[in-house]
């Protein structure tokens, strides 16, 4: 019954990725933001969610150091296969290399990934062995992390926009922008529930 119950829950996700995929997109070309930037802060957001919840519910629930470092060793384990997904893509790509066919806002993307890592990376070590901050509620790095997001979700969009297109994009004139923000929800909401279930499977 489990292994039916992850099979069903896993064709459930998939089907509500595609349209969560769709949605975006047409929620890209309807408001003008850019896929990079609908991708980092719509895709990554709903598929972000249960790790999100995985991670309170250890640091609620479990507590002190050991929930700590379960909530940090998902966070970035998830980063981590995230990366190895391109690989897998790029296997799957027909079209040659896909890192080829991105364009340089996703190259930013990248890159300012890369370096929240290392700072979230370098500021575990630098607690681990100096008092800094050990007296505050919160890390001054947590801090320092959200600006340093804010600011890439700005540098992704101004990137985008002075970026020309050179792929033609799909129309979706005749699509309703609520629809697609209305699909976008609920396939989000689906993908999070569905994935906590396939976690507790």
């Keep these: 019954m489990l292994w039916a119950q992850l099979a069903i829950l896993a064709g459930v996700i998939l089907v509500s990725a595609t349209q969560l995929a769709k949605s975006a997109d047409i929620i890209a070309f ?45 966070a970035f384990g998830s980063n981590l296969f995230n990366l190895l997904i391109i690989g897998i893509l790029d296997l799957l790509w027909r079209r040659g290399s896909i890192l080829a066919t991105l364009g340089s806002s996703v190259a930013l993307v990248g890159l300012l990934g890369a370096g929240v890592i290392v700072i979230a990376g370098g500021a575990i070590l630098v607690h681990n062995n100096l008092n800094f901050g050990s007296g505050l509620p ?18 992704v969009y101004r990137e985008e926009k002075s970026t020309e297109k050179t792929e033609p994009e799909h129309d979706y004139s005749e699509s309703s922008l609520k629809k697609a923000v209305l699909i976008y929800g609920t396939a989000a909401a689906i993908v999070v529930v569905a994935a906590q279930r396939r976690r507790a499977c």
């Design 138 to 155: 919160i890390s001054p790095v947590s801090v320092v992390l959200a600006l340093v997001f804010a600011v890439a979700l700005f540098a």
């Design 30 to 74: 309807k408001t003008g933001l850019g896929r990079s930037f609908v991708g980092v802060v719509l895709l990554a957001t709903a598929t972000s969610l249960p790790e999100l919840g995985t991670g309170i519910s250890s640091v609620t629930v479990i507590g002190g150091p050991s929930g700590a470092d379960l909530a940090a060793g998902d």
